[in-house]
C-alpha cells in the first residue's frame, strides 16, 4: 500500500528563523508530482508548492524550498525567513492513480 | 478564475438523516474529488469523478455517493448520518487529464456536525 509519513507531529519556530518539515513516502508510481498543501485555522486547504518528481531541480516559491531526494523518497519543505502567517498545518502529499495520499500532517507554530 | 466554491459551509444534522454537499470546480476544470477530514483519521479520500463519471472510489460505504453534472458541478449524499460522519468534507478540482502530473485545487470545505 502506498504510504506518506510525516514524522513531526509538531514543530515550532520563531519568527525569521527556518524549519524544515519532513515527508517519506512510498509509491509504485513514474512521472508524478508531489504537493506540500497548508491548512490555517481557516481550514481551507493551500497549495504551498509541488515538485516534479522526474527533475532534479529542487523547486522553489518564494521563501519555500523543497530538497528532494527521489533515491530516499524523501521530499522535505524548508521555510525561510519564517512568519506569523506561516502557523498552520502541513501536508505533503502524494498521487496514488487518480487520488492523493496525505501524511499525517505537521502542526507548525511560528512564534514572535 | 475564480477558486472552488463548496456549499453549505457548515451544517448541523442529527443522526438518520440524510445530507447533501455542493462544490463548484474552477471553470475548464472537469475532474472533482471529495475528501473527508477528521482528527482520528486524517484526510481520506471518497471518491473522484470526470466527465459526469465516477473514477474512483475509495474506502467508505455505500452511504456515501455522489454525482456530477454537465457543468462538472458536484454533489455529495450522505444517507443514515451517523455521529462518526462528523467531519470536514473538502472537495477539489483539477483538469483530470493525468492525475499524477496536476495540481488539485481545494475548497473552503463544509464542516458537518452529526448530532
Known amino acids: 500500500a502506498q504510504t506518506v509519513t510525516q514524522s513531526q507531529p509538531e514543530m515550532s519556530v520563531q519568527e525569521a528563523e527556518t524549519v524544515t518539515l519532513s515527508c517519506t513516502y512510498d509509491?509504485?508510481?513514474?512521472?508524478?508530482?508531489l504537493f506540500w498543501y497548508k491548512q490555517p485555522p481557516s481550514r481551507q486547504m493551500i497549495l504551498v508548492i509541488r515538485?516534479?518528481?522526474?527533475?532534479?531541480q529542487n523547486a522553489t516559491e518564494n521563501r519555500f524550498s523543497v530538497n528532494f531526494q527521489k533515491a530516499a523518497k524523501s521530499f522535505s519543505l524548508k521555510i525561510s525567513d519564517s512568519q506569523l502567517g506561516d502557523t498552520a498545518m502541513y501536508f505533503c502529499?502524494?498521487?496514488?492513480?487518480?487520488?492523493?495520499?496525505f501524511g499525517t500532517g505537521t502542526r507548525l507554530q511560528v512564534f514572535p | 478564475k475564480a477558486g472552488v466554491t463548496q456549499t453549505p459551509r457548515y451544517l448541523i444534522k442529527t443522526r438518520g438523516q440524510q445530507v447533501t454537499l455542493s462544490c463548484s470546480p474552477i471553470?475548464?476544470?472537469?475532474?472533482v474529488s471529495w475528501y473527508q477530514q477528521t482528527p482520528g483519521q486524517g484526510l481520506q479520500f471518497l471518491f473522484e469523478?470526470?466527465?459526469?463519471?465516477?473514477?474512483n472510489k475509495g474506502n467508505f460505504p455505500g452511504r456515501f455517493s455522489g454525482r456530477q453534472f454537465s457543468n462538472s458541478r458536484s454533489e455529495m449524499n450522505v444517507s443514515t448520518l451517523e455521529l462518526g460522519d462528523s467531519a470536514l468534507y473538502l472537495c477539489?478540482?483539477?483538469?483530470?487529464?493525468?492525475?499524477?502530473?496536476?495540481?488539485?485545487?481545494f475548497g473552503p470545505g463544509t464542516r458537518l456536525l452529526v448530532l
Open positions: 469523478y470526470f466527465s459526469e463519471t465516477q473514477r
Open positions: 502529499a502524494v498521487p496514488n492513480t487518480d487520488k492523493l495520499i
Open positions: 471553470s475548464g476544470h472537469r475532474s
Open positions: 515538485q516534479e518528481a522526474y527533475k532534479q
Open positions: 477539489a478540482s483539477s483538469s483530470g487529464v493525468d492525475r499524477r502530473q496536476e495540481t488539485q485545487y
Open positions: 509509491t509504485s508510481e513514474s512521472n508524478y508530482y
